[in-house]
């Protein structure tokens, strides 16, 4: 069963950063896309951003385009979420997982815990 962990959220300022990081015990992590999801308090879950297996493309929602940027290291399994100029409105439970569909906010596997970002204005 594929494991994901999260980590590297915390409280911090407007226009401040984070850099989020999800471990995953997938063997075939090389060869799969990964996304990073977020879900705010009272609301559904949503895409924030995708790489692609090899790291050569990623894809970000509006909200974060400019701010976020995702990278892989796949030697480590790991994905990572660097997060800059953070807004209250990012404020959220961010998740990794493998994309079902382009932009939705399915994931192929179970989730895991998250990690909390808080964004104090």
């Known amino acids: 069963q594929v494991q994901f962990v999260e980590s590297g959220g915390g409280l911090v300022q407007v226009g401040g950063s984070l850099r989020l990081s999800c471990a995953a015990s997938l063997r075939t992590f090389a060869t799969n896309d990964m996304g990073w999801y977020r879900q705010a308090p009272g609301k559904e879950r949503e895409f924030v951003a995708r790489i692609t297996w090899s790291g050569g493309s990623t894809y970000y929602a509006d909200s974060v385009k400019g701010r976020f940027t995702i990278s892989r290291d796949n030697a480590k399994n790991v994905v990572y979420l660097q997060m800059n100029s953070l807004k209250p409105e990012d404020t959220a439970y961010y998740y990794c997982?493998?994309?079902?569909?382009?932009?939705?906010?399915?994931?192929?596997?179970?989730w895991g815990q998250g990690t909390l970002v808080t964004v104090s204005s």
């Open positions: 997982n493998r994309p079902r569909l382009w932009g939705g906010s399915d994931g192929w596997d179970a």
